[in-house]
Every structure is written in C-alpha cells, then in structure tokens.
C-alpha cells in the first residue's frame, strides 16, 4: 500500500486499509496520518463517511473520549461498518471499536439492510472477545446463530465459566463430524479428553477416505492429522508432536489457527527461539479472536530472547494496550506485556543476539 501511495498520491483506495493496518502495526499517530491522507484528497466513495467517523474517532479519544457516544450514535449503519473496519484492531484505550460495534448492533436497517441483526451481533461478540471482555462475548456470541466456531472455543477456553451451552455444541459437532469439529481439538486437549480427540480422529480419517468431495476430504485429512499431534502432545512426545504439527499444511484449512498457535508455544517452550520468531513472522489469522493476542505475546517473549528489541518492544505494548481492559482472568498477561516492556525499554534497541 506504501508503494501504490508512493506512485500515485492522489489515488485514493489505497490509504483505506493502511488505516487499519497502521494502527495495529504501527499506533494511533501513523493511523490517523493515513486517514488524513485519503480525506484531503477528498474522497467521495462508499468508504468516506466511515473514514471520517474514524479519524474523528480516534481525535476524540485522545482529548474528548466522551464524544465517542455522541458520535456513533449519530452514524448510519453503513457508515459504523466501515468505521468498525478501520478500528477493528485499534489499541485505542477508549475501546472505540466496541462503541462502534454496539451502535451498530443497536442500529435500524438503514442503509445497512444487507447485514442482519444476527450478523451484527456476531460482529460484536467478536469485537467484545478481542478486547478480551470474555464473558460478555461469550453470553452473546453462544446466544447468536452463525457465530465462527473459532471465536465460541476461544471464547469458552478463556471464560472462567464457560457457557452451560458450551459442552453440548461442541459434543454435537464432534459427533456429527462437522466442519467446526476441527476448532474444538484445543478444547478436547486442554481437559486432556483423549477419548474425544480419539474418536474425532477416525471419524475424520474415514470420512477422507469415504467422502466423494475433494474440499471435504481435504479439510477431513487435515483434521486427522491435527488430533493425531494433539494425542502425541497428550502422551507426552513434545519432539514428535512438534513434527506433526510443522507437517499440516495451512491451505487445507484456513481458520485452523489454533495448530499454528500451539505450535509456536511449543518451539519457544523448547528453547527454538530463532525457528518460532521465523514462523511467527506475520499475523495468526483475519478473525478476530484472543488467540492473535496470545500469539503475539508469544513473539514477543521469543524476539526478547533473541535481542530483538524493537519487535519485543512493539508486540508487548500491543497486548499491554489492547487488554487493558480485559477481563481479570487475562490480566496477568497485561502485566506480563508491561514487565516485558521496561525491559526491553530500558536498553538499547535494535540488537540482536
């Protein structure tokens, strides 16, 4: 986006999603220079309003964040949704992103009619989950129809009391053999529950071996494989498991995260610092979930081992600033990210081992 800004100034598209991207990356300073860039050149498509809602947004929670409020309440719904894609993964302290998300939940059709109560719901159970205000996700989104099974394991992973729902869904869709299936190996793993991993193995090993549809023999091999490294896990084989894990290949399924996550924690466990700070060289995934927060608290704790200062330095203020406000049960990994921040603050940057 850099580059298409770079050759040509004045075409306008491409400052839309550096928006977003600059404030994950980069903070609230290089978002809001990229917003200013595409509203000077006063832009007249769909993505406008909600740029502007955006920009004053983020203005408004550095020196006024009680006009937040006024502000979204005044928005239409199209215009929320674009702002929401702005802000999705802003660090913002005032949570703007969960202002925007309830405004729009909350919101008349409007010129929104394409996106449905339910879907708006969704959107702010995922925006809820994020900023790690778990147990409020979790009621709404186990209460919604269509939320991303991804988003209900994590969700019920974190709660301290997950849902009376929680169980029977993902009990459901092991039995069924259904595509979610594949997102409740953590949950299976983390009660230690070899039976159902077990049985979810040779359901999905028959089924890539029985089905006459090539996607849903492919995504049926791959979650075999997966709870094959989660068994080995459970038995203990830490250097085997790790084998497996690296063996599952990302395009078979695209939301299963969670393999490359424990993967990741694995190598760092072991002490494979430079092959976990190579794999963990991007973002987890596009859906908004804790595990993106993990997975970035990971690599920092990883790139501090290393000397690399300046990554540690940017992932720990991240996690420090995007749970802030989480729920008490993630606090110890805000404290952790802030302990990890003076640290590597209080030596000279950019070294590396």
Do not use: N
């Not at 990229?34 to 408004?60: E, H, N």
């Not at 394991?153 to 459901?172: I, M, Y």
């Not at 979810?200 to 075999?224: N, V």
């Not at 596009?286 to 690599?299: D, H, N, V």
Request: some cysteine.
């Amino acid at each position: 986006f850099e580059r298409a800004i770079a050759i040509d100034s004045s075409f306008a598209p491409g400052y839309i999603h550096p928006v977003e991207l600059s404030l994950w990356l980069h903070g609230l300073e290089a978002g809001e220079r990229y917003a200013a860039g595409y509203l000077k050149l006063q832009p007249t498509d769909v993505s406008a309003s909600g740029i502007v809602l955006a920009q004053r947004i983020l203005q408004a929670s550095r020196t006024q964040p009680s006009e937040i409020a006024r502000l979204v309440r005044g928005a239409s719904p199209g215009t929320l949704v674009d702002a929401q894609g702005a802000l999705r993964r802003s660090p913002d302290s005032t949570e703007a992103l969960i202002a925007v998300s309830r405004a729009l939940a909350a919101a008349p059709p409007g010129d929104a009619r394409w996106l449905t109560p339910d879907a708006r719901h969704r959107r702010l159970g995922g925006a809820l989950l994020y900023r790690g205000h778990v147990r409020e996700a979790a009621s709404l989104l186990f209460e919604t129809p269509g939320a991303p099974p991804p988003q209900l394991v994590e969700a019920a992973l974190l709660s301290p009391t997950p849902p009376d729902s929680a169980v029977p869904v993902f009990r459901r869709w092991l039995e069924e053999g259904s595509a979610p299936a594949v997102a409740t190996l953590p949950w299976w793993a983390a009660r230690r529950d070899i039976a159902a991993i077990r049985r979810l193995q040779r359901k999905s090993d028959s089924l890539a071996q029985s089905s006459t549809e090539r996607p849903l023999r492919a995504r049926a091999a791959y979650t075999s494989e997966a709870a094959l490294a989660y068994l080995t896990l459970l038995r203990g084989d830490t250097a085997a498991a790790i084998r497996q894990f690296e063996a599952l290949p990302d395009t078979l399924c695209p939301f299963c995260y969670s393999q490359r996550l424990t993967l990741a924690q694995l190598l760092s466990a072991k002490g494979e610092d430079r092959k976990a700070f190579q794999m963990m060289d991007g973002y987890l995934l596009e859906l908004l979930a804790p595990g993106e927060i993990l997975w970035t608290l990971e690599r920092a704790r990883v790139a501090e081992r290393l000397g690399e200062r300046d990554a540690a330095a940017r992932d720990y203020q991240y996690v420090a600033d995007i749970w802030r406000r989480a729920d008490p049960q993630l606090q110890p990994y805000v404290e952790e990210a802030k302990e990890g921040l003076v640290r590597v603050s209080a030596e000279p940057r950019g070294t590396s081992q």
